[in-house]
């Protein structure tokens, strides 16, 4: 796969699809690589070339030392689409990513066409909850948070009956480097967009999951309430809604975006 050189740091990203098609972005969520978005690219690939990306610190992009802001994981999404020469695009992130799409939405909505926030909140947790991951993290390395991670991102029933692709989304999350996801924790912890939300203009569509408890419907609906235009799609899962039920994800998606 290729990288995308920046001023301090190198983007390990995939570009998928007919350069004729306009371009889908996707962003991942903490924790996860690009992969996280296999579910999805046999459906958007029909109608978009698809952008993905491994947020800084993770996988195969830089990790520079931290800690990390949105405002800095954001701008690194600026210098790939400069570098590949990309105009307007679509933008759909998940969590983290979501935090992302808020940021990039309200910064250079010049080149963005639609947006799509999933399962995220313009604040989650708090500095208690995110310093307690990061001790676990600095003690014990991935291992020591993996586990529980599925606990809140799939739902109990999800756990039983597709315990092979969570057991491949859990290794992923074991396979992080430890550093790179503190750093983001970092960005996470001190995202607070709940007075800049409102400023968005950008044609948006929220998506949560029923049974998300880290970033929980109501927190979409706040989202959908305050960004002008917005939809929202609440859909039978918990965080990680588009491999949980991903033909509905897919299908909320390409609907929004057609």
Request: with cysteine; glycine share 6%.
């Amino acid at each position: 796969m290729p990288f995308a050189q920046l001023t301090d740091a190198r983007i390990h990203y995939s570009l998928e699809g007919d350069s004729a098609l306009p371009v889908l972005v996707l962003s991942n969520s903490l924790g996860t690589d690009f992969l996280m978005w296999d579910s999805q690219m046999d459906a958007f690939l029909n109608t978009f070339r698809v952008l993905r990306y491994d947020t800084r610190g993770h996988c195969q992009s830089s990790i520079t030392p931290g800690p990390y802001t949105i405002d800095q994981v954001s701008k690194d999404v600026v210098g790939l689409l400069d570098s590949l020469h990309l105009g307007r695009v679509h933008f759909c992130g998940l969590s983290m990513g979501g935090m992302t799409a808020m940021w990039l939405a309200l910064n250079i909505p010049e080149r963005l066409n639609k947006v799509i926030f999933c399962s995220t909140a313009v604040k989650i947790g708090t500095v208690e909850t995110w310093q307690s991951r990061i001790d676990a993290v600095e003690k014990g390395g991935m291992n020591a948070i993996a586990a529980s991670t599925m606990e809140r991102w799939f739902t109990k029933s999800f756990r039983k009956n597709q315990p092979s692709t969570v057991t491949r989304i859990q290794k992923m999350v074991s396979a992080s480097d430890s550093a790179g996801y503190i750093a983001n924790c970092s960005a996470v912890r001190d995202f607070d967009f709940r007075e800049q939300v409102s400023h968005i203009t950008c044609n948006g569509l929220v998506i949560s999951g029923k049974h998300d408890q880290a970033t929980t419907p109501a927190d979409g609906h706040f989202i959908a309430q305050q960004v002008q235009s917005a939809g929202f799609v609440e859909l039978d899962a918990a965080h990680l809604s588009n491999i949980e039920a991903s033909s509905q994800f897919n299908r909320a998606v390409l609907d929004f975006l057609a």
